[in-house]
């Protein structure tokens, strides 16, 4: 029986990736990744290595969970070295604690090998720091596509404060979030960014307003990531990656 490396690929830009998760790769025997992992890191894969895709980014194209955890499972039996390479961090809405559950119930070792999440790294590239001595002491990083849902779990009325937020998963729901924050009393006029394609060389940032942010930015393509807060306004001099 095999031992599977519950992987973090990073954001995008190939250098993100940590030596660790460098090192399980040159090994594996078999790969199982996603559309969000960078497939150039496939190119580090020892020859003969066998690569699985579980599907695109975004769930609706996605196979089913349960599908894509009796694929590594299988692996698992069958091979020595089995990497589940996944965008971002493994945990960070990356349902990786699933896989490890299901792993964990079949008594197949496994290892979670963290990855550069695109929630802190995306907007380091845009020039957004997601905290800011003297503008905010904390952040967060939401699902930005349960709120499609009737009813949502998201306690709106806890992010009143000066949190800076980042929405996961949220471009197709732009409209509904803006509207939302603003509904619990959020400023019209408060800065949101919108950050598509994060640390790739077609990295693009739009900036906005909760009221204009919609407009400009709704037809940027995925992935992209929405970031809500004063911290935004730094874009203008820290930004270095699109310039
Ligand atoms: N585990 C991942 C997140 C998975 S959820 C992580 O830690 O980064 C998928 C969402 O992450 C996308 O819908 C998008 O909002 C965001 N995302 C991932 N990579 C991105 C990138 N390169 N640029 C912008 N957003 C990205």
């Known amino acids: 029986m095999g031992i599977v490396y519950l992987t973090g690929a990073g954001p995008g830009d190939i250098d993100l990736l940590t030596v660790k998760a460098l090192r ?6 078999v790969i199982i990744y996603d559309r969000l992992a960078n497939p150039d890191i496939l190119a580090e894969a020892k020859d003969g290595c066998e690569f699985i895709y ?3 980014e975004d769930s609706h194209h996605t196979l089913p ?10 692996s698992a039996l069958k091979y020595g070295t089995v990497v589940r390479l ?5 945990l960070v809405f990356g349902r990786g604690g699933e896989e490890g559950l299901y792993l964990h119930e079949r008594e197949i070792k496994f290892e979670f090998i963290p990855g550069i999440t695109s929630a802190i790294a995306v907007p380091e590239y845009a020039g957004i720091p997601v905290t800011h001595r003297g503008i905010t002491v904390s952040f967060r990083v939401v699902t930005g596509h349960e709120s499609r849902k009737a009813r949502s779990q998201i306690p709106w009325e806890n ?3 000066d949190d800076t937020i980042i929405f996961l998963m949220g471009l197709h729901n732009l409209d509904k979030i803006t509207k939302k924050l603003i509904e619990i009393g959020k400023p019209k006029d408060h800065p949101v960014a919108v950050i598509s394609r994060g640390t790739r060389p077609d990295e693009k940032t739009v900036i906005g307003t909760l009221e204009d942010i919609y407009e400009k930015a709704k037809d940027l393509p995925t992935p992209a990531l929405i970031v809500v807060g ?6 203008e001099q820290l930004s270095w990656f699109e310039k």
């Open 65 to 74: 969970q349960e599908e894509i955890n009796e694929v590594i499972y299988q």
């Open 159 to 161: 992010y009143k404060t």
């Open 24 to 29: 399980v790769i040159r090994k594996a025997d």
């Open 86 to 90: 996944k965008g971002g961090d493994p």
């Open 54 to 56: 579980v599907g695109k």
């Open 230 to 235: 004063e911290v935004v306004r730094l874009h």
